[in-house]
């Protein structure tokens, strides 16, 4: 059925119809990439990527070394705000899996989280005007303040109900809501995040991948793609310079392995983790029985060790560990019980896993 709200005006490009086919066959491989033996190292050094280049783009001057020993914990001398934006954009990262990209409830939360102690209007819309200004000259000038909830409103009705491919729809939703631009601040860095949450509907692998890397390095492209759309009232041409980014993005990342073995993992990994590497989760499933499920990844055999060597660990716990998402690891997990290897005895308060050994 279509939809009969509201719908931004874009069109798809033959351009466009191309770089999807190519998107969804690159999406595959690059899911295969990240269950390589490194596919953890992979994941968190995306998630610096993706945190120093979204704050980068917005003025932030501390390097992906900071960002890194922020995110692990270490004691950072640098200036104030700076510091609160990595820190906030790391706690706002952490809440991904939990996020919904199609609740106007999840897009305040995670405003909120964001942009705290940085402007008193964390989590809420913005109440006055606010424009986009290249030195003195106003380059755009957002809606009046009173229209911001209606439009926001409209937009996500849009996103939910529209039959467009959810590539096309994150690309539309990007441009329209950096249009709208509808906080006093955060509006690029919140609009990058949930395009990457909108991507991460259509596959997992979207939690990893650093677009806003590739915007980073493509900065001033990425600013013309939206002034280009802005004069044409049609987000065509950001459509496809999205796409392109998002595609060049999954090619980049399928190169040559980082520097581990299977099996024999240094605990010092230099320029990727300073500290010592967490997932060193012994191989405690018999051979006999990866030999029977040969469809199997790496990384649901690397569940099922955390599982044999703790019967109470959580799905939460596991995440940790492994560095995955947690709906990830119930996915393994739903695979594992699927095949007849895993069984819950007990709730999920005070219960544990059984292992059948097959």
């Known amino acids: 059925m279509d939809h009969e709200g509201y719908i931004p005006p874009f069109t798809v490009s033959a351009k466009a119809i191309s770089l999807i086919a190519e998107i969804s066959a690159q999406i595959e491989r690059f899911a295969i990439r990240m269950e390589q033996a490194d596919g953890l190292m992979l994941r968190k050094a995306n998630r610096v990527k993706t945190i120093y280049s979204s704050l980068a783009i917005e003025g932030n001057t501390l390097g992906e070394e900071v960002v890194r020993d922020i995110l692990d914990g270490k004691n950072v001398v640098a200036p104030l705000r700076e510091l609160q934006e990595v820190r906030n954009a790391i706690k706002t990262y952490e809440l991904y899996p939990s996020l919904n990209p199609f609740s106007v409830k999840d ?62 729809r994150s690309c539309v939703f990007h441009f329209e809501f950096e249009y709208i631009h509808p906080f006093a601040d955060g509006n690029g860095r919140m609009g990058r995040l949930w395009q990457s949450l909108i991507l991460g509907k259509m596959s997992p692998v979207f939690e990893h991948l650093p677009v806003e890397n590739m915007v980073h390095a493509n900065q001033m492209q990425y600013y013309e793609a939206i002034n280009k759309s802005t004069r044409q009232n049609d987000s065509g041409p950001f459509i496809d310079f999205m796409l392109e980014e998002i595609l060049k993005t999954l090619k980049n990342h399928q190169g040559k392995r980082l520097d581990v073995e299977e099996g024999n993992v240094p605990d010092k990994i230099p320029g990727i983790f300073p500290d010592k590497f967490p997932n060193k989760v012994p191989n405690k499933v018999p051979k006999r029985i990866q030999n029977k499920h040969p469809e199997f990844a790496q990384t649901v055999w690397d569940v099922l060790s955390c599982i044999i060597n703790d019967a109470g660990v959580s799905a939460v716990e596991i995440g940790t560990i492994l560095g995955l998402s947690d709906r990830m690891v119930r996915n393994y997990i739903r695979q594992l019980r699927e095949a007849g290897l895993l069984v819950r005895e007990g709730g999920n308060k005070g219960g544990h896993w059984r292992v059948v050994k097959g």
């Open 107 to 168: 897009l305040l939360k995670a405003h909120g989280v964001m942009m705290q102690a940085l402007v008193d209007s964390a989590g809420r819309f913005r109440s006055g005007d606010v424009g986009v200004f290249d030195g003195e000259r106003c380059v755009h000038m957002g809606p009046p303040a009173l229209r911001v909830p209606a439009l926001i409103g409209e937009l996500f009705d849009w996103f939910k109900h529209a039959q467009d491919h959810l590539l096309i």
